[in-house]
């Protein structure tokens, strides 16, 4: 099955071997997200709501690289530290999904730097590609 990396303009190079998101059949896959700046350093240390809003703000950026929107968002893969954090992640998870939301599920982790609170990986039916 044929696939394409998808990797929004400015994207800096990922932590790891792999993209930020993968694109087969018009599925989107989006990478773990966590609230990296330019060199992948946590940014928003301590503040789960806006280490939240910038990793759904960089998830939008990965999908509507692949010619999608968060209204195409189907599931959710939420990763957090501190289940404390869990009202703050979830008032401004629901900003982002305001109608129907997206099936998810959400585990408490050690994530893969310290000063990250959460992570979220998504999934997003875009279409087929013409």
């Known amino acids: 099955m044929p696939k394409q990396a998808i990797i929004p303009p400015g994207t800096t190079a990922p932590i790891g071997p792999f993209v930020p998101g993968t694109c087969a059949d018009g599925i989107v896959y ?6 990296f700046d ?3 350093n946590v940014v928003h240390v301590g503040d789960a709501a806006a280490q939240t809003r910038h990793v759904l703000d960089t998830i939008k950026r990965v999908i509507e690289t692949a010619g999608g929107a ?9 990763f957090l530290k501190h289940w ?4 703050a992640i979830n008032a401004v998870y629901a900003e982002y999904f305001p109608g129907v939301k997206p099936a998810r599920y959400c585990v408490q982790v050690g994530l893969v ?4 609170l959460v992570e979220i990986a998504s999934v997003a039916h ?3 590609p013409g």
């Open 30 to 35: 989006v990478a773990g997200t966590l609230a």
């Open 113 to 116: 730097k310290p000063e990250a």
């Open 126 to 128: 875009v279409g087929r």
């Open 38 to 40: 330019a060199n992948n």
């Open 70 to 78: 968060m209204e195409d968002v189907t599931f959710n893969h939420v």
């Open 84 to 87: 404390e954090d869990y009202p």
